[in-house]
């Protein structure tokens, strides 16, 4: 894998009136001639549809659609299913709606309620039949898609003891991940054929886990390795037994791997991991990071570590909240922030 040196701003996208609060690609764009979409949702109720138009002289971004006739108040989260058919957003108003794309116009066809207040986060399963949602309640719920576009909650999983900020599915395992303003990860495996979820395992500061917030986690392309952010200012990074994992249906535990401090100086608000291992943090203090594996250590260390390869202070001119690969072969990276803007970057081989 060639290192990236630098980034480079493509476009600042204007038109939310209030914070951006979070970022999903549509997965299948950017492949098969499909242009790059993404969706972005904020403070001032809407969601809008932005879409890559590479045939104009700028090869610019466009607003393809503003989504703003459902929730009343901030649009904190959003996931596309993984046909890219379906749009979840989750919203302060308690619901979470369900948008379906049909030749480029969106209806919302379906409400999901029972949250007693703000949803925060909601997630797709792999096969795109189960959907989970979190909030400010200590709860995630799961959903499980019906025909004719109805939706039955079919869990409710209790054991945080606070506002529950992010909730995501393994890539690979019918496993869901949960982290919490009480400190923790947990996660939850369906222990029976009749929708049984129960807690098969907390990451918290007895093995080696945040002492703050955490605000987000993202997956490696494996699915073997997680990252998790925190208001402790650090990332930190887990691993499971690949091989145990896929030769066997009973839950492999995780475990702490190293742990990166020192680079931001604010609450780290968001991280995702790249398909070629690169990972991008957004934090408080402005700042986009970039880190991979540090394959020339001296032998000393025990397991993975990893460095910093990039820094781009600045990125916005307030909190960023949102960091997202996207889908497809290119190095693009799109950040969200409380500064109302979106930005395009690109990680480039060139200084």
């Known amino acids: ?17 209030d914070r951006v609060w979070s970022l999903a690609w549509n997965p299948v764009t950017g492949v098969a001639g499909i242009p790059l979409s993404f969706a972005s949702c904020s403070g001032d109720k809407t969601v809008r549809i932005w879409e890559h138009n590479p045939s104009s002289s700028t090869s610019s971004w466009d607003c393809k659609a503003v989504l703003d006739e459902t929730h009343t108040r901030t649009v904190r989260s959003c996931a596309w299913s993984p046909s890219g058919k379906f749009l979840a957003t989750a919203s302060f108003d308690a619901t979470t709606a369900i948008w379906e794309n049909v030749g480029g116009d969106y209806e919302c066809v379906s409400t999901l309620e029972g949250h007693e207040n703000e949803v925060k986060s909601v997630s797709w399963n792999p096969s795109g039949s189960l959907l989970a949602t979190c909030g400010r309640d200590k709860t995630v719920w799961i959903w499980e898609v019906q ?3 109805e939706f039955d909650c ?11 900020k992010m909730v995501q599915w393994h890539p690979s395992r019918n496993l869901i991940f949960s982290c919490s303003y009480d400190n923790t990860v947990k996660i939850w495996a369906d222990e029976g054929d009749d ?12 093995n080696n886990g945040h002492s703050s917030t955490v605000w987000a986690l993202s997956f490696n392309d494996g699915g073997d390795k997680m990252v998790t952010c925190s208001d402790d200012l650090t990332l930190k990074i887990w691993g499971t037994d690949n091989e145990k994992m896929q030769s066997t249906d009973d839950f492999v535990p ?20 790249s398909r070629d291992n690169i990972i991008a943090s957004g934090a408080a203090d402005d700042t986009i990071r970039f880190f991979v594996e540090n394959d020339d250590k001296d032998g000393l260390v025990d397991g993975p570590s990893y460095k910093l390869l990039l820094k781009k202070e600045k990125a916005h001119d307030m909190d960023i909240n949102s960091v997202q690969w996207s889908p497809g072969e290119d190095r693009i990276l799109a950040s969200a922030a409380d500064d109302g803007t979106i930005k395009i970057w690109e990680l480039t081989s060139a200084c």
């Open 154 to 164: 079919v869990a409710v999983l209790q054991g945080h003891t606070q506002d529950v």
């Open 254 to 273: 995780w475990r702490h791997l190293c742990t990166l401090s020192g680079y931001h100086d604010r609450t780290i608000f968001s991280v995702h991991w």
């Open 147 to 149: 025909p004719g576009n």
């Open 195 to 206: 929708d049984d979820w129960a807690c098969v395992q907390t990451l918290d500061e007895t």
């Open 1 to 17: 894998m060639e290192l990236a040196k630098g980034l480079r701003e493509i476009q600042k996208l204007e038109g939310h009136t």
